[in-house]
T-cell receptor
């Protein structure tokens, strides 16, 4: 069975500092990997995804993530955090198919201090 | 604008009552999903549907029911058999091909 681990429940960074959110997955084949962001009381917005090809993926809002097969990781990074990035971030893994069942991590809540 | 709508945003019900949450999409997506979100537990899959008139149980289907009579609609009923129904419910949909799920804004259900 596929699984996702986000080891950091809560992270606090200063505005302008760099950010890395960790995601480790367990999956038997080549995974489809996603990062979503959720503001309080809202739905999830897709930040970026990895299906195949270049292992460094660029997303919206200046985020990027790197797929490392040897480490089963898909960490999310941003070089300079803005106060508006404060939210909850979810990593998800899925398989190919029309109705892809995603497995989500438990999320990392990001707090940004000014 | 294309997207997924969920209504209502907030819903209050008395214990023992069934309640139906609405999910509509105008993205022409084939597959639709229902998730439940609780603090600290991420999203858990309740039901999903690949095509009209067909749906499958997810990881936590007990106490819930769904229907898929139209491609654009996938309502979720929370029955009185669901032991702890208070939660945030999210609907999502997926097109053919790359399997990116797009989410609605969610419905917060509170059972009193």
């Amino acid at each position: 069975a596929q699984s996702v681990t986000q080891p950091d429940i809560h992270i606090t960074v200063s505005e302008g500092a760099s950010l890395e959110l960790r995601c480790n997955y367990s999956y038997g084949a080549t995974p489809y990997l996603f990062w979503y962001v959720q503001s309080p009381g809202q739905g999830l917005q897709l930040l970026l995804k990895y299906f195949s090809g270049d292992t460094l993926v660029q997303g919206i809002k200046g985020f990027e993530a790197e797929f490392k097969r040897s480490q089963s990781s898909f960490n999310l990074r941003k070089p300079s955090v803005h106060w508006s990035d404060a939210a909850e971030y979810f990593c998800a893994v899925g398989a190919a198919g029309t109705a892809s069942k995603l497995t989500f991590g438990t999320g990392t809540r990001l707090q940004v201090t000014l | 604008d294309g997207g997924i709508t969920q209504s209502p945003k907030y819903l209050f019900r008395k214990e023992g009552q069934n309640v139906t949450l609405s999910c509509e999409q105008n993205l022409n997506h084939d597959a639709m999903y229902w998730y439940r979100q609780d603090p600290g537990q991420g999203l858990r899959l309740i039901y999903y549907s690949q095509i009209v008139n067909d749906f499958q149980k997810g990881d936590i289907a007990e106490g819930y029911s769904v229907s898929r009579e139209k491609k654009e609609s996938f309502p979720l009923t929370v029955t009185s058999a669901q032991k702890n129904p208070t939660a945030f419910y999210l609907c999502a949909s997926t097109a053919q091909g790359p399997d990116t799920q797009y989410f609605g804004p969610g419905t917060r259900l509170t059972v009193l």
